[in-house]
């Protein structure tokens, strides 16, 4: 078994409506999107997921999230734009994106958001 990862840092500012505190109030984080992917398998040249496919993936990913208002983003429309649910969101979009890279074998296993050195949440793979 194969394990690869990759970390992508992006700015984006969030206020959690509903919380009872500080968070309520818009602010920002530099968010880091480290992101796990798997694979049982080399390909022809020995690799498990193209280290560069998949940073890019997760860079167009951490792009379209990028210095923006999260609680207006599209993506969030739904939900707040809690750590939990932005690992969440990156985890389905990114597992979608990497069965396209390469020979298809590999899957993103977790995926953990930092909203700074000192907290995360992490998505798991169902199963984990």
């Not at 939990?84 to 069965?99: G, K, T, Y």
Request: proline fraction near 5%; glycine fraction near 8%; charge should be negative.
């Amino acid at each position: 078994m194969f394990e690869l990862r990759v970390e992508v840092e992006f700015p984006a500012g969030h206020h959690l409506p509903g919380y009872p505190g500080d968070c309520s109030r818009m602010h920002g984080h530099n968010w880091v999107l480290e992101v796990f992917a798997r694979s049982r398998q080399l390909d022809s040249v020995g690799m498990a997921i193209d280290f560069r496919a998949l940073k890019s993936a997760v860079k167009a990913l951490a792009a379209s999230w990028d210095h923006e208002n999260l609680n207006e983003h599209p993506d969030f429309k739904d939900f707040n734009p809690t750590a939990e649910n932005i690992a969440r969101l990156a985890f389905e979009r990114l597992s979608v994106a990497v069965q396209k890279i390469g020979n298809g074998a590999g899957w993103i296993d977790r995926v953990t958001v930092w909203e700074n050195p000192h907290a995360s949440a992490t998505y798991f793979r169902e199963g984990q």
